[in-house]
């Protein structure tokens, strides 16, 4: 059975430091893996997938690796700012699941200005 | 484009009671989600949709929940009768089709609270 950990839990940092943030999958047998957003009683919102054949995604001031061979990805955020405080969830598609996430429990991050 | 749809936002009840939360997806997307997220935990799927059909219900606990979809668009989740763990978001999501596309779009879930 796929498990995916997020560590840390939560993280704050002072404005304008570079965040990163990491996600651990026992089952390298993937076919992608996606980084969310989710902000206090919102839903999540995606903001990078990383298919199994490539080693990293861009969009912006974020950037996201992924090693499947050691079972991690790691999600980069240059220059953050107040606005990024959120929690960010990673999830994994199996190569048997159609569709179907298996999500990490989040990095709650909280920039401070 | 419009967003995924939910209602109620908010919903308090009793253990034994019993509840229902609807779900209206993007237009077009034929897959539609539904997700349970406990405090302080990662979204867990309770049942995946292809149009009408049911394609994954595994972690669905079939004895008090029960999901339909009728015509292939909105979708309801009903809990009889609820249990304090029930406590949680239940998120509603969608997506164009797993095989074109695989970025799920959620809607601003249901908060449920069982006293």
Do not use: M
């Not at chain 1, 990024?84 to 569709?99: I, K, M, P």
């Not at chain 2, 019993?18 to 539609?32: D, E, Q, R, Y």
């Not at chain 2, 004895?63 to 979708?75: I, N, Q």
Request: hydrophobic residues 35%.
């Amino acid at each position: 059975k796929q498990e995916v950990t997020q560590i840390p839990a939560a993280l704050s940092v002072p404005e304008g430091e570079n965040l990163v943030l990491n996600c651990s999958f026992t089952d390298s047998a993937i076919y992608n893996l996606q980084w969310f957003r989710q902000d206090p009683g919102k839903g999540l919102t995606s903001l990078l997938l990383i298919q199994s054949s490539q080693r990293e995604q861009t969009s912006g001031r974020l950037n996201a690796s992924l090693d499947k061979s050691s079972g991690r990805s790691t999600l980069y955020i240059a220059a953050s700012q107040p606005g990024d405080s959120a929690t960010y969830l990673c999830a994994v598609r199996h190569s048997n699941s159609w569709g179907k996430f298996q999500f990490g429990a989040g990095t709650q991050v909280v920039v401070t200005p | 484009e419009a967003g995924v749809a939910q209602s109620p936002r908010y919903k308090i009840i009793e253990k034994r009671q019993s509840v229902a939360f609807w779900c209206n997806p993007i237009s077009g997307h034929a897959t539609l989600y539904w997700y349970q997220q406990i405090l302080g935990q990662g979204p867990k799927l309770l049942i995946q949709f292809q149009n009408n059909g049911v394609v994954d219900d595994s972690q669905l606990p079939k004895d008090r929940f029960s999901a339909e979809r009728l015509k292939g668009v909105d979708s309801t989740l009903k809990i009889q009768p609820a249990k304090l763990e029930d406590s949680a978001v239940y998120l509603c999501a969608s997506s164009l089709d797993p095989d074109r596309e695989e970025t799920q779009y959620f809607g601003p879930g249901t908060r449920l609270l069982v006293l």
